[in-house]
């Protein structure tokens, strides 16, 4: 496949990050301040963003492949389409029509089925909001209103990935 891997800093900054921001809410939250905590986990949300969004990659730009689960997906596309084209015409020379059209149904069930750049969009944007939602539960000034921020962050990145994660599969 010519889509693009993640390259393995990205993956080496996130899974320490995880790993960083595991401990620190499983030991230090008792040790420290909720401001100490949220200051701290800062850049584990930020290299934990940096790896979510390389996985879901890039659209592809013209002739460019796309990255991630998107270049993946618009790889495993064009081989679908080509072997659709192929078996379309050979069973247009030795199969009857309702099997032509069954078979073409199902291509397209399958088709429809795939997630769109849409939900990938959604889930970037998701990404990025919960970044943001994050980093604004330190400011002393909007904390009340940081914290629902938050919560409702979390809730659509929840829900973009849940749209997504069946499709990919």
Known sequence: MRASRVSPEVVQRGAA????LGGLVAEEIVRLSLPAVIDRAQPNIEAIAELMTAVV?????GA????GL????????RLLAATRRTLLAE?????T??????FYMRVMEA???????????ALEAAIGEMVRAHAALRSPDTARGAVAGFENAARRLQAAWREIRPLLR
């Open 17 to 20: 990050a995880l790993n960083e």
């Open 57 to 61: 990659g890039r659209p592809a730009r």
């Open 64 to 67: 460019e492949p796309g990255q």
């Open 70 to 77: 998107r270049g993946v997906l618009d790889e495993r596309r």
């Open 91 to 95: 069973m247009g020379r030795s199969g």
């Open 97 to 102: 029509p309702a099997d032509s059209y069954a």
């Open 111 to 121: 088709e429809r089925l795939e997630p769109s750049d849409a939900a990938f969009a």
